[in-house]
C-alpha cells in the first residue's frame, strides 16, 4: 500500500469517527427537545468535532509521512485525485440542490427547516459527504488499480 | 483494457531489472509499475514514450493496441 492511499484512508476514517458522532449527536438533541440545537452548542459541537479531526487526521499522516520519506507523487496519484475530487464536486453540487429544494418544498411541513442554525448544519453534512465521497472513490481507485 | 504491454518482459529482458528499479528511473512508485504491468492502469502518453525509450525500444513494441471489436 502507498503513502498516498494509506493518507487516503486516514482521512475517510477520520471523517467517518468525527462526523458520524457528531451529527448522531445532533440529531439526537432534535428528536429529543424537537427544536433545532441551540447555536452554543451546535458551535461548541462543531470545534470539538474539528479539534478532534485535527489529531485523528493529523497524527497518523504524520506518522506516515516519517515511515514513507521517499514515496513520491506521480501521475497515478494525479490521476486518482483528480478523479475522486470531480466526483467530489458533483456530489456536493446534488446534495446542495437536493437541499435547497428539499428545504424550500418541506418548509410549510417542517418549520426546523426555517432555521439557521439547522440549515446550516445540512450544508456541513453536504461537505462531509462529499469528502467521504472523495476519500472514498481515492481508496477505491488505489484498490482498483493496484 | 484494449493496450496491452510488455513491461515485464522488457524488465526481464534487462538483466532482470526489479520494479523498484524501473521505478526509481521513471520517478514514479512502485505500486504505479505494478499496476502497469498488470494492465489495470494504463500510463499518459509521456511515460509510456519514457518506458520504452528507457528499454531502447520504440513505444508499439512495448504497448500494443488490441482491437476488441475486430475479434
Given at each position: 500500500?502507498?503513502?498516498?492511499?494509506?493518507?487516503?484512508?486516514?482521512?475517510?476514517?477520520?471523517?467517518?469517527?468525527?462526523?458520524?458522532?457528531?451529527?448522531?449527536f445532533l440529531t439526537y438533541l432534535v428528536q429529543t427537545?424537537?427544536?433545532?440545537?441551540?447555536?452554543?452548542?451546535?458551535?461548541?459541537?462543531?470545534?470539538g468535532a474539528i479539534i478532534a479531526q485535527m489529531f485523528i487526521t493529523g497524527i497518523p499522516a504524520a506518522i506516515v509521512g516519517i515511515l514513507d520519506r521517499k514515496q513520491v507523487t506521480d501521475e497515478r496519484d494525479i490521476a486518482i485525485r483528480h478523479k475522486a475530487s470531480t466526483l467530489a464536486y458533483v456530489c456536493l453540487i446534488s446534495c446542495v440542490l437536493i437541499l435547497v429544494t428539499g428545504a424550500s418544498l418541506l418548509r410549510p411541513m417542517f418549520p426546523l427547516l426555517g432555521d439557521g442554525v439547522f440549515i446550516g448544519q445540512l450544508g456541513?453534512?453536504?461537505?462531509?459527504?462529499?469528502?467521504?465521497s472523495n476519500y472514498g472513490v481515492q481508496v477505491f481507485e488505489y484498490r482498483r488499480t493496484t | 483494457m484494449p493496450v496491452k504491454n510488455s513491461v515485464r518482459r522488457?524488465?526481464?529482458d534487462a538483466?532482470?531489472?526489479?520494479?523498484?528499479q524501473l521505478a526509481d528511473r521513471l520517478g514514479v512508485s512502485r505500486q504505479t509499475i505494478i499496476s502497469i504491468e498488470s494492465g489495470k492502469y494504463q500510463?499518459?502518453?509521456?511515460?509510456?514514450?519514457?518506458?520504452a525509450a528507457l528499454f531502447g525500444k520504440r513505444i508499439e513494441e512495448v504497448f500494443v493496441f488490441v482491437d476488441e471489436s475486430k475479434t
Amino acid at each position: 500500500m502507498c503513502t498516498n492511499e494509506r493518507l487516503a484512508w486516514v482521512c475517510l476514517v477520520s471523517i467517518a469517527v468525527v462526523y458520524i458522532p457528531y451529527f448522531s449527536f445532533l440529531t439526537y438533541l432534535v428528536q429529543t427537545s424537537n427544536v433545532p440545537p441551540p447555536l452554543g452548542v451546535a458551535t461548541i459541537a462543531f470545534v470539538g468535532a474539528i479539534i478532534a479531526q485535527m489529531f485523528i487526521t493529523g497524527i497518523p499522516a504524520a506518522i506516515v509521512g516519517i515511515l514513507d520519506r521517499k514515496q513520491v507523487t506521480d501521475e497515478r496519484d494525479i490521476a486518482i485525485r483528480h478523479k475522486a475530487s470531480t466526483l467530489a464536486y458533483v456530489c456536493l453540487i446534488s446534495c446542495v440542490l437536493i437541499l435547497v429544494t428539499g428545504a424550500s418544498l418541506l418548509r410549510p411541513m417542517f418549520p426546523l427547516l426555517g432555521d439557521g442554525v439547522f440549515i446550516g448544519q445540512l450544508g456541513l453534512l453536504c461537505v462531509v459527504i462529499s469528502e467521504l465521497s472523495n476519500y472514498g472513490v481515492q481508496v477505491f481507485e488505489y484498490r482498483r488499480t493496484t | 483494457m484494449p493496450v496491452k504491454n510488455s513491461v515485464r518482459r522488457c524488465r526481464f529482458d534487462a538483466d532482470e531489472m526489479t520494479q523498484q528499479q524501473l521505478a526509481d528511473r521513471l520517478g514514479v512508485s512502485r505500486q504505479t509499475i505494478i499496476s502497469i504491468e498488470s494492465g489495470k492502469y494504463q500510463p499518459s502518453l509521456e511515460l509510456a514514450f519514457r518506458i520504452a525509450a528507457l528499454f531502447g525500444k520504440r513505444i508499439e513494441e512495448v504497448f500494443v493496441f488490441v482491437d476488441e471489436s475486430k475479434t
